[in-house]
């Protein structure tokens, strides 16, 4: 499947042993205070095997990806540091790389990054001095061969447990699966779908990546995100890019009453969770509760992933 374990990845022996792995994710605050993150790490602890720590997600400042994630380590959980292309160069990229490794965070998620027209600062300039792809082979570069992208010997190489994204629902449809394919070329080890409402167009992407045999090189873990109203999954579906939320599911919220919504949109992240527990390739799911981190626990017990194993 990969490289033989070499790193201490909570995440990555969950994975290699054969086990339905499960992720969620924990964005950082907008501000200097810690308390923020231990109050979602208390809401979080237990429910999944590794916690994704957003970096500055829709461009929006916020509290460093590696900071927040040293917290959540001092709070007893592992860490999946992301990291965006958008803001750094390759430079500060591999300084970041190590720093993250060097306090003892053994996950990164390698991301292109929203564009900065989207956040707080739209009149920042992007760097984007390398893409995803890039940072991918990056990382596996710096991790496997023990050196920078100029060269030069790494004295200590960063042992990090490379992951990265991907969106089956982005136009044109028929270039997801060959993207995937040039991720895993560059040594992507595991990844994070965007987040599924439509099972049945996710079946057909599943399809042309085991066709491929891509899902032997790589554990895919696929994306779930709950409702909280009627509200947000229009809202997704009518002005999130990339984002496919069928009719039948904005019927069923809309059918619900308001008071009941939230429930019916946990229900559904439930049912989607049991349905990809059955789809070939799939070897975790990834809980994306955006800013309702007291829901993931609900939705983990209801789905029969608790409680998590122990490695």
Known sequence: ????????????????????????????????????????????????????????????????????????????????????????????????????????????????????????????????????????????????????????????????????ASNPFADPFEIRVPRLAKKIAAGVEFIQTQCIFNLKKFGEFMKRVVDRGLHEKVFILGGVTPFKSFGMARYMAKNVPGMDVPDDLLARMKGAAKEKQADEGIQIAVETIEQLKAVEGIKGVHIMAIEWEEKVNVIAEKAGLLPRPAV
């Open 1 to 164: 499947m990969t490289a033989e374990l070499n790193t201490a990845s909570r995440l990555e022996k969950i994975l290699k042993s054969g086990q339905f792995a499960v992720t969620a994710e924990c964005g950082p605050p907008r501000g200097a205070d810690a308390h923020h993150i231990r109050e979602k790490c208390k809401l979080l602890k237990g429910n999944a095997d590794a916690f994704n720590i957003t970096d500055n997600q829709t461009s929006v400042v916020r509290m460093s990806s590696i900071a927040s994630a040293v917290v959540m380590m001092q709070e007893g959980m592992e860490p999946i540091m992301q990291m965006v292309c958008r803001d750094r160069n390759r430079i500060a990229i591999q300084s970041d790389i190590l720093g993250g490794a060097a306090l003892g965070i053994n996950n990164i998620l390698c991301l292109s990054g929203d564009h900065q027209k989207f956040g707080d600062h739209p009149q920042a300039k992007n760097v984007f001095d390398i893409d995803s792809i890039q940072l991918i082979k990056t990382v596996r570069q710096m991790r496997d061969q023990g050196k920078f992208l100029g060269g030069d010997d790494i004295k200590g190489a960063p042992k990090l447990f490379v992951g990265a």
